[in-house]
């Protein structure tokens, strides 16, 4: 746009992408400490190779988003500047930071689903609705990808037949996480209020169901961090604007940020509201507990039916969630 030019557009999103890149660092680290060291499981290596991939992805965007700021400004000597040279829509740098950019959020999106399957007691119906948004953001990347490899023209991002593509997938994904994290919050929620009229008539005080609570408290404002900034890129691709490059650049760190955080605050000491000493969630093995090893794990719901006196289980046992 004329207001906010191409080459302002990558400078800004060079500058605000290593600023949050540095932000991922730092998560990053605590992450792996978490997983390597505070509590190891059989599911390390899945938790490990998630972690990994989100990390080389925010990486080589930023590597490559400088590469291509001294390609434009400093190796570029044809007409039109830099401008043109950004404008260089199927040239590769472009197309690897946009694999990097929905291959990211595809990523996460779908540990998301994850996380939601497993809560539910892996059923399928709950998340096939996700799972047919997930496809198709999915469907999506691949013809964004095509269009961006055989165009063979001078365009950008927000214009042509890219720009409805790529909004399209960022409205799935937006609608994914909002529906999946809806789903997560309230079933940790319909779970807290049972485990509350449990532990009333419990002589046990081990269990503060407010736990419940803070599980879902991280679970929603790690959602929001990535759901507020895709909502952002996306209104500025309806708008046509250029400022979807800094946009998208913050999503792809925020995805991994939201991600490394989950983890890192999930192992945490869980204050008691009484003032007692805190313990590690993990450690907590009441008739109803959540185990936030690297997501969400619900082990067991135990629900009374004094009718057929009889123990059922709209949770069972779970494992953990990468």
């Not at 937006?174 to 509350?196: E, G, H, M, P, Q």
């Not at 599980?215 to 400022?243: C, D, H, K, P």
Request: proline share 3%; aromatic share 10%; with cysteine.
């Amino acid at each position: 746009m004329e207001d906010f030019p191409i080459t302002e557009a990558q400078l800004v999103g060079s500058f605000v992408e290593s600023v949050f890149w540095g932000f991922y660092l730092i998560t990053l680290v605590l992450c792996l400490r978490t997983l390597l060291f505070k509590r190891p499981t059989k599911y390390i290596w899945a938790m490990l190779a998630v972690t990994l991939w989100m990390g080389t992805f925010a990486t080589v965007d930023v590597a490559t988003g400088l590469l291509h700021n001294i390609q434009a400004f400093v190796l570029y000597q044809g007409q039109g500047g830099a401008a043109q040279e950004f404008s260089k829509i199927s040239d590769w740098v472009n197309i690897i930071r946009t694999v990097d950019t929905h291959m990211q959020t595809l990523l996460g999106d779908g540990i998301l689903i994850y996380r939601c399957w497993v809560v539910y007691a892996k059923s399928w119906p709950v998340v096939a609705f996700s799972i047919l948004l997930w496809c198709g953001a999915a469907a999506c990347t691949g013809m964004v990808l095509h269009i961006e490899n055989t165009l063979r023209s001078n365009a950008l991002i927000t214009s042509g037949s890219l720009q409805p593509l790529v909004t399209s997938f960022w409205v799935l994904t937006i609608t994914l996480n909002l529906l999946t994290t809806s789903l997560l919050v309230f079933k940790i929620w319909k779970v807290d209020r049972r485990s509350a009229h449990f532990m009333h008539q419990s002589a046990s005080a081990q269990y503060q169901p407010s736990r419940l609570r803070k599980v879902m408290r991280i679970i929603i404002e790690s959602g929001l961090m990535y759901t507020v900034a895709a909502f952002i890129t996306v209104m500025a691709y309806i708008t046509n604007s250029n400022s979807t490059y800094p946009t998208s650049d913050v999503v792809i760190q925020m995805v991994g940020i939201a991600f490394n955080l989950i983890i890192i605050r999930a192992n945490r000491p869980l204050e008691n509201e009484y003032g007692a000493t805190a313990v590690p969630l993990q450690m907590l093995r009441p008739p109803l507990a959540s185990d936030f090893a690297t997501g969400v794990q619900v082990t067991v719901e135990r629900e009374f039916d004094g009718r057929e006196g009889k123990d059922n289980r709209s949770l069972n046992d779970m494992s953990p969630i990468v």
